[in-house]
């Protein structure tokens, strides 16, 4: 099965997708991890991606859509995968459709306000988890795999102002896209803590 995860910055969508692929074996491909370790190594597409991140905006879409084309043919794509992040308008979603098939697209919902407090309080480890600072109780290390957490480069108030707005203009469409394809799940978070969101994809997944 492969899966689009769709939801607003700080919906949970990193969250979510590191237990589903626990328990379903989905592989997690998310666009934004790719971007931050091409940062970090320094490459030409690291370098073009800093400037459109720090900023709050999208990646060209022929970039992006290029590394995820290319992605997916790796022999790790075979028995199915999270997408989390790309698509992130209608125009990758109409390249997707051209290179892959989707399955399902799950869209974590989470009221707007309770976002800026998520992203700023976050705190992440290179090996793909991410915490709260009020759940960590002082600690500054991975409870999965020791590693020291950090703050990203574009968890800052700014930046974040100017996600949601990317978010609101050219993502949020996409929940009509894949409404209309009949492919859409929305989970409601209102307050619910991580595990009960994922409860809540489990039911569906488990259809
Ligand atoms: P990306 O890395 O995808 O960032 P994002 O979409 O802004 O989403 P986040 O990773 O911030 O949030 P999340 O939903 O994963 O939340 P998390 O689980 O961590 O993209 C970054 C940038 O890369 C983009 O701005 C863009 O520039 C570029 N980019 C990426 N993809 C692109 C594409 N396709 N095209 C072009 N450009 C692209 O949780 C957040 C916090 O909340 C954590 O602290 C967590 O512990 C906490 N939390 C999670 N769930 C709950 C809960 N239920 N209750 C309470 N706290 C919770
Ligand atoms: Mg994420």
Known sequence: MNVVLLGAPGAGKGTQ?????????????????????????????????KSYIDAGKLVPDEVTCDIVKDRLTWDDANC??????????????????KFAKVDLCLNIAVDEKLLMDRICGRRVCACGESYHVSTLNGATVCKKCGGELYQRADDNPETVKSRLETYNTQTAPLIDYYGAQGKLKTVNCGNDSPDEVFAKICEILDK
């Open 80 to 97: 199915g995968y999270m997408l989390d992040g790309f698509p992130r308008n209608v125009f990758q979603a109409e390249e997707l459709d």
């Open 17 to 49: 997708a590191s237990r589903i692929q626990e328990k379903y074996k989905l592989l997690h491909i998310s666009t934004g991890d790719i971007f931050r370790a091409n940062i970090k190594g320094g490459t030409e597409i690291g370098k073009l991606a």
